[in-house]
């Protein structure tokens, strides 16, 4: 068994469910643009243009096309012959073609518009959220930073709506509590009686675990 | 006192004869004349109804999901021009309605070297039905725009109207041969068929040979074949269908009486080949009821079977009862008394069935109990321009006549002058 397998899903509730939401609601968003742009732009528009009404148009128009067509470049040729309903068939499904090709169209022109604007909003949507986690990132850096040159009154100060409010709190606390122990050795280093001094600093650095210890 | 009254009734008389109801020998009553002017206003709104508010593009025929016929839309243009200045919609409203159309023309209708496709989307504008970039419908469309434009000169409606007539590449169209090609499709490129020979060409060739961008040479205009035929004693340069639509369309623009096509006057022409159809019709009076002395007109138009190439003799003849009350309407500028007895046959006897918010449907065939419920965009418009002429002062003609197109046409293509009143006076007649 893997030794670092998760076991637990939830370890902060709270803020794995605002992840997820951060993740899946723009996906959501997508989904559903996806969807309403293909259904009411290409599949509403199918059935406008193939209604019984519409088709019935378009017959009638494909056979007035070629009667069109027969009156002016062969005006002999009688109206109705197999050959005319031939070319009436051709030419209702090239109009077929024209249709749905100019449905697609539209339809991609109008999705690419509404993912562009979606892709925007999403952009801005990604910088908003990532600030509040690489703010306090940030802001972790800058206080570990000034510890190491050997600064103890670092604190770590985090925007109200941030991730990381409790764990910087307890930071802080942290920090306080070692601020406050460097002070208290500090201050017995200037004790007169040395001696006095050593013991309670001896006695002060025993109630701390550190990698000297056995 | 009498020297006013004297002067007064000279002035009267002086008006009366210039008035355009005197340009033509023949004179339709009051009643008759109310008729044709209800027509022609009823026939014009077609085209505020039938075309698109966005777009301005106008359908091909009032029939549900018809596409737009952009040669319709040629004659769309002039409608609102022609509507505005007889008072049936405002002038601001009119031009309005022009410059919407030509800014759909100009900038987002699908054409291939400035050639319109025939047929277009309403809405979009581009090309639907694998129509062919189609240089008839391409001539009617730019026709209306040039016409329209006259109405507004200076405006951004006439710069529109010369930018979509210059962009068209005629030379383009006649693929290396000496005659305009009738189509291009991204397919299969040049149709195999030309502008070769008498039919509705004659506006096309002459606004190609009349470009002051890509014009054609004139021996476009010299080679095209004049087939000359016979039917009843009317000798007539005939087109092969015999439609009468084929020698109406070309004079809704151009007023042939003056010119002088090396001893061929069309408008002449075009007046014999009425009468020939009116005759040719009549021979069949026997054997369909539908055929009278009032009730002619064989053209293209929409029949019990379907569109058809109706047309009398000299040309293909094809006939089976079916009238179309427009093409005796749109002959009224040759047979003026003729067409006007036509037209209050078909109102009086065929109201119910044949007329209604749009003027006369397209055709009716009363052997087989068929009447149209459908209109046709180009055949509205002949019969609009075609009225217009008759009742008003010939303004349209007027109006194309002083196109540098058309004067730079006659003058390369040597269409001498002749007198005019002489046609007027023997056209009048009938």
């Known amino acids: 068994m893997n030794p670092n397998r998760r076991r637990q899903f939830f370890i902060n509730r709270p803020l794995q469910t605002r992840f997820m939401l951060a993740v899946t609601v723009p996906l959501l968003l997508i989904n559903l643009v996806a969807m309403g742009g293909l259904y009411f732009g290409i599949w509403s528009k199918v059935l406008d243009t193939f209604s019984d009404e519409q088709t019935l148009n378009d017959l009638v128009t494909a056979s007035r096309m070629v009667e069109y067509e027969q009156a002016r470049h062969t005006p002999g040729t009688p109206s109705f012959s197999s050959l005319s309903f031939f070319k009436s068939t051709e030419k209702l499904g090239e109009r077929q073609r024209e249709v749905f090709k100019e449905i697609l169209n539209e339809a991609n022109r109008s999705l690419f518009w509404k993912f562009s604007l979606l892709l925007v909003l999403i952009a801005w949507g990604t910088i908003f959220i990532s600030h509040k986690i690489a703010g306090p990132f940030f802001r972790f850096s800058q206080a570990f930073g000034t510890l190491e040159k050997g600064d103890y009154r670092a604190r770590v100060f985090l925007r109200k709506l941030d991730e990381g409010i409790p764990a910087a709190e307890e930071f802080n606390e942290a920090l306080e509590k070692s601020d406050r122990f460097l002070s208290d050795l500090k201050a017995l280093t200037l004790e007169k009686d040395a001696t006095q001094a050593v013991a309670r600093i001896k006695e002060k650095l025993s109630q701390v675990k550190t990698s000297a210890d056995a | ?430």
């Open chain 2, 1 to 430: 006192m009498l020297k006013r009254l004297t002067c007064f009734f000279l002035a009267l008389l002086l008006a009366f004869s210039f008035s355009p109801a005197s340009l033509w020998a023949f004179e339709p009553s009051p009643e008759d004349r109310e008729l044709l002017n209800k027509i022609e206003k009823d026939t014009f709104q077609y085209f505020t109804r039938f075309s698109d508010k966005l777009t301005g593009l106008t359908k091909d025929s009032s029939r549900a999901g018809s596409p737009t016929s952009v040669a319709a839309t040629g004659f769309a243009l002039a409608a609102y021009a022609i509507g505005a200045s007889r008072g049936w919609i405002t002038r601001d409203y009119a031009y309005g309605r022009i410059l919407t159309t030509l800014q759909m023309l100009r900038h987002k209708a699908a054409h291939q070297e400035g050639f319109f496709y025939h047929f277009l989307d309403n809405k979009t504008g581009k090309r639907v039905w694998g129509s062919e970039a189609s240089s008839i419908d391409t001539a009617l469309a730019v026709a209306g725009a040039l016409l329209a434009a006259q109405y507004y000169p200076g405006t951004e409606v006439d710069k529109l109207a010369r930018e979509i007539y210059e962009r068209v590449n005629w030379k383009w169209m006649m693929n290396g041969s000496d005659f305009i090609c009738m189509g291009w499709t991204p397919e299969s490129k040049f149709l195999p068929y030309y502008w070769d020979s008498y039919n509705e060409l004659m506006l096309l060739v002459a606004l190609a040979v009349g470009s002051p961008t890509f014009p054609v040479p004139p021996r476009a205009w010299e080679r095209w074949l004049r087939p000359e035929g016979d039917f009843n004693g009317h000798k007539v340069v005939y087109a092969s269908t015999g439609a009468l639509f084929t020698y109406q369309f070309s004079h809704a623009y151009i007023d042939f009486r003056g010119l002088d096509d090396r001893g061929i006057n069309f408008f002449e022409n075009s007046r014999e080949a009425t009468l020939a159809n009116r005759e040719y019709s009549l021979s069949f009076a026997g054997k369909y009821k539908g055929y009278s002395e009032s009730s002619w007109g064989l053209s293209s138009s929409v029949g019990p079977g379907g569109y058809k190439a109706y047309g009398g003799k000299p040309g293909g003849g094809i006939q089976d009862g079916t009238i179309a009350p427009y093409a005796a309407l749109s002959s009224i500028v040759f047979t003026p008394e003729l067409s006007t007895k036509a037209a209050r046959f078909f109102y009086d006897h065929y109201q119910q069935e044949l007329y209604g918010n749009f003027g006369f449907k397209d055709a009716f065939n009363v052997d087989k109990g068929w009447w149209a419920t459908e209109y046709l965009g180009i055949d509205q418009g002949i019969t609009l321009l075609m009225l217009e002429n008759y009742l008003n002062g010939e303004s349209v003609w007027k109006k194309f006549m002083t196109l540098p197109a058309v004067k730079k046409w006659i003058e390369l293509t040597g269409l001498n002058s002749r007198s005019a009143s002489t046609a007027v006076a023997t056209s009048g007649a009938l």
